[in-house]
Nanobody, 124 residues
Framework: QVQLVESGGGLVQAGGSLRLSCVASGRTFSTSAMAWFRQAPGKEREFVAAISWSGGTTVYADSVKGRFIISRDDARNTEYLQMTSLKPEDTAVYYC?????????????????WGQGTQVTVSS
């Protein structure tokens, strides 16, 4: 059974930093693209960042470009999202996702496996 488990969320003041982790089990994702999405209350789930199977290609939403960094450690079957200069509008539940395909994508349907989410709250 494939599982993605996020951790690292929490409450932080504006301007602060957090690092999210997502550990995968039940399947190796070393040949799969992985991504982070987020969903704020009353809003649709939106793309945050994605990384290709090799880590050679990363894609970011304009709203987080220059502040967030996505990375992966395939030896640990883990992906990360380093978030800096956090803003109140970054408040959301953050979900990690894994694709069956190697290329990174900002499209939600490209991802087959999803974690349960971790809450990030940024206070002003």
């Amino acid at each position: 059974q494939v599982q993605l488990v996020e951790s690292g969320g929490g409450l932080v003041q504006a301007g602060g930093s957090l690092r999210l982790s997502c550990v995968a089990s039940g399947r190796t994702f070393s040949t799969s693209a992985m991504a982070w999405f987020r969903q704020a209350p009353g809003k649709e789930r939106e793309f945050v960042a994605a990384i290709s199977w090799s880590g050679g290609t990363t894609v970011y939403a304009d709203s987080v470009k220059g502040r967030f960094i996505i990375s992966r450690d395939d030896a640990r079957n883990t992906e990360y999202l380093q978030m800096t200069s956090l803003k109140p509008e970054d408040t959301a539940v953050y979900y990690c996702a894994a694709s069956r395909y190697p290329s990174s994508s900002d499209l939600l349907p490209s991802y087959e496996w999803w974690g349960q989410g971790t809450q990030v709250t940024v206070s002003s």
